[in-house]
């Protein structure tokens, strides 16, 4: 492509172009002179306000972020997902080596469930609780964080419950991390 652009203009990529003069106005604006522009235009400006004012948008978001995760089917998938990539992350799979997975599914569940305003009352220990002892160290933090985004990229969870999700997760760092 470029040796054919470079053929075309003598073995030049940029040349100098001539001047062709100012081009012409796609449409005129049917404005008699002496009238000032805005005169004639802010009627049809507030019109086209009220008109957008009145159709609305989407309708403002009701459902809790526990719908928008796709309730228990979803979170639970969403579950699933995080497990099977923490099974391949190196950084962070040593601080599940004692861990009862299936335990941790459950609990994890039920945890995602009450974080998102479900229906769900977690019954597992406090976050402090959980992670004392185990020197969680930022990077392991944020590797699991990206583990659990992978998850979510791959349940379809749409983007915006997705990011909710994690902003809920981050606010307990000071609860999981060095404990």
């Given at each position: 492509m470029v040796s054919e652009q470079a053929r075309r203009r003598g073995g030049r990529l940029g040349g100098p172009r001539r001047y062709r003069g100012p081009a012409r106005p796609a449409r005129l604006v049917p404005?008699?002179?002496?009238e000032p522009v805005s005169g004639r235009l802010?009627?049809?400006?507030?019109?086209?306000?009220?008109?957008?004012?009145?159709?609305?948008?989407?309708?403002?978001?009701?459902?809790?972020?526990?719908a928008r995760l796709g309730g228990e089917a979803g979170?639970?998938?969403?579950?699933d997902r995080f497990l099977y990539h923490l099974a391949d992350n190196e950084r962070s799979l040593p601080l599940f080596r004692n861990t009862d997975i299936e335990r941790f599914r459950e609990k994890f569940i039920e945890h995602l469930c009450e974080l998102s305003d479900g229906p769900c009352e977690y019954s597992g220990d406090s976050m402090a609780a959980t992670h004392?002892?185990?020197?969680?160290?930022?990077a392991q933090?944020?590797?699991?964080?990206?583990t659990l985004q992978r998850a979510l990229e791959d349940t379809r969870t749409p983007t915006g419950a997705g990011n909710a999700l994690l902003a809920r997760l981050a606010a307990l760092?000071?609860?999981v991390a060095r404990q």
């Open positions: 404005v008699p002179a002496g802010l009627p049809a400006l507030l019109a086209a306000v009220l008109l957008a004012a009145c159709a609305g948008g989407p309708p403002p978001s009701d459902r809790t972020l526990y979170i639970e998938a969403i579950v004392r002892g185990m020197d969680i160290s930022r933090f944020n590797s699991i964080v990206e760092y000071p609860e």
